[in-house]
């Protein structure tokens, strides 16, 4: 990491109306990292990459249960971790791209519980990958593990349980906007349906 006064070198010299690739040229640094301290010229917040709270001895430290259910519900429908380099893991999210509202909402339910995290969208063919990177993925959500999720036994901790309790229309609402649909779920009464209309809503 570079610091403050290297960073505002830099910018000097981009100030003097030299172009970033003879920037980049002169001092090494990428164009990309000469673009981003234009905007930002500190370090990122020193929190970054701090302990998660599943890491810590306060087993209730979800700063926002509501989010993470419905997170937990788009992960366990269509997402995955994998294992990246210095035990990084990224979590990954396939969302359609018919359904731009929903990669929105998605793309926030990451950023909230990984605030210092930052959360990209990968284009494929007919959807996005809504992507971020954390050493604490597997901490949040310990059903990550090798293979398929179909294939292997999927159980939430009593933590995961007690969130899910309290909000469990954001799990459902997870689900269903990840890997579900409403025409397969059997609600027969008024009443019923009118609940899922309120808390869960069209796919987007």
């Given at each position: 990491?570079?610091?403050?006064?290297?960073?505002?070198?830099?910018?000097?010299?981009?100030?003097?109306?030299?172009?970033?690739?003879?920037?980049?040229?002169?001092?090494?640094?990428?164009?990309?990292?000469?673009?981003?301290?234009?905007?930002?010229?500190?370090?990122?917040?020193?929190?970054?990459?701090?302990?998660?709270?599943?890491?810590?001895?306060?087993?209730?430290?979800?700063?926002?249960?509501?989010?993470?259910?419905?997170?937990?519900?788009?992960?366990?429908?269509?997402?995955?971790?994998?294992?990246?380099?210095?035990?990084?893991?990224?979590?990954?999210?396939?969302?359609?791209?018919?359904?731009?509202d929903l990669i929105d909402a998605c793309a926030e339910a990451i950023q909230i519980a990984r605030?210092?995290?930052?959360?990209?969208?990968?284009a494929s063919v007919g959807c996005q990958y809504v992507t971020s990177f954390s050493k604490h993925?597997?901490?949040?959500?310990?059903?990550?593990?090798?293979?398929?999720?179909?294939?292997?036994?999927?159980?939430?901790?009593?933590?995961?349980?007690?969130?899910?309790?309290?909000?469990?229309?954001?799990?459902?609402?997870?689900?269903?906007?990840?890997?579900?649909?409403?025409?397969?779920?059997?609600?027969?009464?008024?009443?019923?349906?009118?609940?899922m209309d309120a808390h869960v809503g069209p796919k987007y």
């Amino acid at each position: 990491m570079y610091d403050v006064d290297t960073r505002t070198r830099v910018i000097a010299l981009v100030a003097q109306g030299r172009s970033l690739n003879s920037v980049s040229k002169q001092t090494g640094i990428s164009r990309a990292a000469i673009r981003s301290w234009q905007t930002r010229l500190e370090p990122l917040d020193t929190n970054r990459g701090k302990p998660c709270p599943r890491c810590t001895e306060e087993p209730t430290a979800i700063d926002n249960p509501s989010s993470y259910a419905y997170l937990l519900g788009l992960y366990l429908g269509d997402g995955c971790i994998s294992a990246a380099k210095r035990g990084v893991y990224s979590m990954r999210i396939a969302c359609a791209d018919a359904w731009p509202d929903l990669i929105d909402a998605c793309a926030e339910a990451i950023q909230i519980a990984r605030p210092h995290n930052k959360v990209c969208r990968v284009a494929s063919v007919g959807c996005q990958y809504v992507t971020s990177f954390s050493k604490h993925w597997p901490c949040l959500f310990p059903q990550h593990g090798p293979g398929k999720k179909h294939n292997r036994r999927i159980a939430l901790e009593p933590w995961q349980q007690q969130i899910v309790a309290a909000h469990p229309w954001e799990f459902i609402r997870g689900l269903i906007h990840s890997d579900g649909c409403r025409i397969t779920i059997s609600v027969a009464r008024r009443a019923s349906v009118a609940l899922m209309d309120a808390h869960v809503g069209p796919k987007y």
